[in-house]
Nanobody, 122 residues
Protein backbone atom coordinates (compact mmCIF):
# COMPACT_ATOMS: atom_id res chain seq x y z
CA UNK A 1 0.00 0.00 0.00
CA UNK A 2 1.05 3.57 -0.56
CA UNK A 3 2.89 5.10 2.38
CA UNK A 4 4.17 8.65 2.71
CA UNK A 5 6.10 9.39 5.88
CA UNK A 6 7.16 12.96 6.57
CA UNK A 7 9.97 14.01 8.89
CA UNK A 8 12.08 17.05 9.66
CA UNK A 9 9.53 19.36 11.22
CA UNK A 10 10.10 21.20 14.47
CA UNK A 11 10.43 24.55 16.18
CA UNK A 12 12.62 27.14 14.51
CA UNK A 13 13.22 30.85 15.01
CA UNK A 14 12.17 33.40 12.40
CA UNK A 15 14.79 33.59 9.68
CA UNK A 16 15.87 30.01 10.27
CA UNK A 17 15.80 27.00 7.98
CA UNK A 18 14.38 23.48 8.00
CA UNK A 19 14.45 20.63 5.53
CA UNK A 20 11.45 18.34 5.37
CA UNK A 21 11.73 14.82 4.01
CA UNK A 22 9.09 12.41 2.79
CA UNK A 23 9.90 8.71 2.48
CA UNK A 24 7.65 7.11 -0.11
CA UNK A 25 6.84 3.42 -0.57
CA UNK A 26 4.21 1.16 -2.09
CA UNK A 27 4.27 2.70 -5.56
CA UNK A 28 6.73 3.55 -8.33
CA UNK A 29 7.92 6.86 -6.91
CA UNK A 30 9.83 7.98 -10.02
CA UNK A 31 6.63 7.81 -12.11
CA UNK A 32 4.56 10.40 -10.24
CA UNK A 33 4.57 14.09 -9.56
CA UNK A 34 4.69 14.97 -5.88
CA UNK A 35 3.70 17.99 -3.83
CA UNK A 36 3.84 19.57 -0.41
CA UNK A 37 0.72 21.08 1.14
CA UNK A 38 0.34 22.88 4.44
CA UNK A 39 -2.51 23.76 6.75
CA UNK A 40 -2.50 26.14 9.68
CA UNK A 41 -5.20 26.05 12.37
CA UNK A 42 -8.38 27.69 11.14
CA UNK A 43 -6.97 28.14 7.65
CA UNK A 44 -7.61 26.43 4.35
CA UNK A 45 -5.15 23.87 3.07
CA UNK A 46 -2.55 25.47 0.79
CA UNK A 47 -0.53 23.94 -2.02
CA UNK A 48 3.05 24.97 -1.28
CA UNK A 49 5.16 23.34 -3.98
CA UNK A 50 5.02 20.65 -6.66
CA UNK A 51 7.58 18.74 -8.68
CA UNK A 52 7.18 16.56 -11.76
CA UNK A 53 8.20 12.92 -11.78
CA UNK A 54 11.62 13.59 -13.28
CA UNK A 55 12.18 16.74 -11.28
CA UNK A 56 12.42 18.94 -14.36
CA UNK A 57 9.37 21.06 -13.59
CA UNK A 58 8.52 22.75 -10.30
CA UNK A 59 5.86 25.16 -9.10
CA UNK A 60 5.55 27.24 -5.94
CA UNK A 61 2.89 29.26 -4.21
CA UNK A 62 3.56 32.97 -4.27
CA UNK A 63 3.89 32.95 -0.48
CA UNK A 64 6.99 30.74 -0.53
CA UNK A 65 8.58 31.37 -3.92
CA UNK A 66 12.21 32.33 -3.52
CA UNK A 67 12.39 30.93 0.00
CA UNK A 68 11.44 27.25 -0.39
CA UNK A 69 12.84 24.64 -2.76
CA UNK A 70 11.24 21.31 -3.60
CA UNK A 71 13.41 18.44 -4.81
CA UNK A 72 13.37 14.68 -5.09
CA UNK A 73 15.73 11.72 -5.13
CA UNK A 74 14.14 9.04 -7.27
CA UNK A 75 16.87 6.55 -6.41
CA UNK A 76 16.01 6.91 -2.72
CA UNK A 77 12.23 7.35 -3.14
CA UNK A 78 12.39 10.56 -1.15
CA UNK A 79 10.83 13.98 -1.55
CA UNK A 80 12.32 17.08 0.08
CA UNK A 81 11.30 20.62 0.94
CA UNK A 82 14.09 23.01 1.85
CA UNK A 83 12.63 25.95 3.73
CA UNK A 84 14.73 29.08 4.24
CA UNK A 85 14.02 32.52 5.70
CA UNK A 86 11.14 31.04 7.68
CA UNK A 87 8.45 33.38 8.94
CA UNK A 88 5.79 32.96 11.66
CA UNK A 89 3.24 32.75 8.85
CA UNK A 90 4.88 29.50 7.71
CA UNK A 91 3.72 27.78 10.89
CA UNK A 92 1.53 24.86 9.83
CA UNK A 93 1.25 21.12 9.46
CA UNK A 94 3.09 20.14 6.28
CA UNK A 95 1.87 17.22 4.20
CA UNK A 96 3.58 15.20 1.51
CA UNK A 97 1.21 14.09 -1.26
CA UNK A 98 1.31 11.87 -4.29
CA UNK A 99 -0.26 13.18 -7.47
CA UNK A 100 -2.09 10.93 -9.95
CA UNK A 101 0.10 11.73 -12.96
CA UNK A 102 3.77 12.24 -13.77
CA UNK A 103 3.29 15.84 -14.86
CA UNK A 104 1.99 18.83 -12.93
CA UNK A 105 -1.77 19.23 -13.28
CA UNK A 106 -4.67 20.67 -11.32
CA UNK A 107 -5.90 17.21 -10.39
CA UNK A 108 -6.27 16.53 -6.68
CA UNK A 109 -3.66 14.36 -4.97
CA UNK A 110 -4.59 10.73 -4.50
CA UNK A 111 -2.55 9.96 -1.36
CA UNK A 112 -1.55 11.99 1.69
CA UNK A 113 0.98 11.53 4.42
CA UNK A 114 0.23 12.10 8.10
CA UNK A 115 2.04 15.41 8.21
CA UNK A 116 4.88 17.01 10.14
CA UNK A 117 4.47 20.14 12.26
CA UNK A 118 6.54 23.24 11.55
CA UNK A 119 6.44 26.03 14.10
CA UNK A 120 8.23 29.32 13.50
CA UNK A 121 8.47 31.35 16.67
CA UNK A 122 10.96 33.28 18.77
Amino acid sequence: QVQLVESGGGLVQPGGSLRLSCAASGFTFRSYAMSWYRQAPGMERELVASISSRGDNTRYSSSVKGRFAISRDNAENTLYLQMNSLEPGDTAMYYCVKNPLSVLTSLAPDYWGQGTQVTVSS
